[in-house]
């Protein structure tokens, strides 16, 4: 069974940064994909980043101010927040699939099999 641990939310203010982290029982390199995603309050879920076989992309949103990264020798993925705002609001959550598809690049939410709990980062002042 594949777990994925999300750490490293907390509160922070207006053009500060957070590094988030994801730690999977295993090797991401196993992943076809993983992704980050967000629930903003009183909105849907969104897509944050996502790393595929095929590429990494960006919500345009985020593009220039967030990075994703991946580290094999600790089983983790980050997404560091710069400059964060305000509507970076919402719990940000990790997925990974091992499902091997067609496209390049995932996504689609639904199409991740393993989620972690998720970790609240609020941007206040």
């Known amino acids: 069974q594949v777990q994925l641990v999300e750490s490293g939310g907390g509160l922070v203010q207006p053009g500060g940064s957070l590094r988030l982290s994801c730690t999977a029982s295993g090797s991401f390199k196993r992943f076809y994909s993983t992704g980050w995603y967000r629930h903003p309050p009183g909105k849907q879920r969104e897509l944050v980043a996502v790393m595929s076989s095929g590429g990494l992309d960006y919500a345009e949103s985020v593009k220039g101010r967030f990075t994703f990264s991946r580290d094999d020798a600790k089983n983790t993925v980050y997404l560091q927040m710069n400059s964060l705002k305000p509507e970076d609001t919402a719990v940000y959550y990790c997925?990974?699939?091992?499902?091997?598809?067609?496209?390049?690049?995932?996504?689609?939410?639904?199409?991740?099999?393993?989620w972690g709990q998720g970790t609240q980062v609020t941007v206040s002042s």
């Open positions: 997925a990974a699939t091992r499902i091997q598809y067609a496209q390049a690049i995932v996504y689609d939410a639904t199409e991740y099999d393993y």
